[in-house]
Nanobody, 117 residues
Framework: QVRLVESGGGLVQPGGSLRLSCAAS????????IAWHRQAPGKQRELVAL???????NYADSVKGRFTISRDNAKNTAYLQMNNLKPEDTAVYYC???????????WGQGTQVTVSS
């Protein structure tokens, strides 16, 4: 069983930074891609960033140049560094490991990010 636990969310002013962490239990961490999604109130969940097992990354256009996804396989942890945050980045951020044997993959419980002055 894989368990994902996000941390690092909070309240930050526009232009500020936060670093989210996703700690994973289980042995599959290094084998699969890891994604960060977010869901704002009244909106659908959207993919923010993705990092493959080989380190290649993809980003949503709305966060390119501001967010950086990374992973530390030795620590079974993924990160999302968020800089120059904007009010529209306010959302619950979720960590996800897509897995072929599990529809939707594995998800964490989410961490709230609020960008407000």
């Amino acid at each position: 069983q894989v368990r994902l636990v996000e941390s690092g969310g909070g309240l930050v002013q526009p232009g500020g930074s936060l670093r989210l962490s996703c700690a994973a239990s289980g042995s599959i961490f290094s084998e699969y891609a890891i994604a960060w999604h977010r869901q704002a109130p009244g909106k659908q969940r959207e993919l923010v960033a993705l990092i493959f097992s080989n380190g290649r990354t993809n980003y949503a256009d709305s966060v390119k140049g501001r967010f950086t996804i990374s992973r530390d396989n030795a620590k079974n942890t993924a990160y999302l560094q968020m800089n120059n945050l904007k009010p529209e980045d306010t959302a619950v951020y979720y960590c996800n490991i897509p897995h072929p044997a599990r529809p939707g993959g594995y998800w964490g419980q989410g961490t709230q990010v609020t960008v407000s002055s």
